[in-house]
Nanobody, 124 residues
């Protein structure tokens, strides 16, 4: 199955920025919409953003809209998450995932392949 590998996480102070990358194996990357989720310490995994196959459509959790930007480069089999104005509450493990159903469904159960995650820690 497709392998997804996240990178770009780390420790950053509040107000800073990070760009996460998710590299996908295989040659069918462009045929799937992709998404980012995150799991804060002690909490359940939550949806962050999604991007359509071509990158023409994006969708964000309302609370993150304006600070986070999802993008993709199909030639590089990579999806990105630009995170700006980071807050301590953004601290989480961030996962990328492949959407297996359709654009109208973006629950965790709708994604069929997941990376191992990359840790983002935002200090006060």
């Amino acid at each position: 199955q497709v392998q997804l590998v996240e990178s770009g996480g780390g420790l950053v102070q509040a107000g800073g920025s990070l760009r996460l990358s998710c590299a996908a194996s295989g040659r069918t990357f462009s045929t799937y919409a992709m998404g980012w989720f995150r799991q804060p310490p002690g909490k359940e995994r939550e949806f962050v953003a999604a991007i359509s196959m071509s990158g023409s459509l994006t969708y964000y959790t309302d609370s993150l809209k304006g600070r986070f930007t999802i993008s993709r480069d199909n030639a590089k089999n990579t999806v990105y998450l630009q995170m700006n104005s980071l807050k301590p509450e953004d601290t989480a493990i961030y996962f990328c995932a492949r959407l297996a159903t359709n654009w109208g469904r973006k629950a965790s159960r709708d994604f069929d392949s997941w990376g191992q995650g990359t840790q983002v820690t935002v200090s006060s």
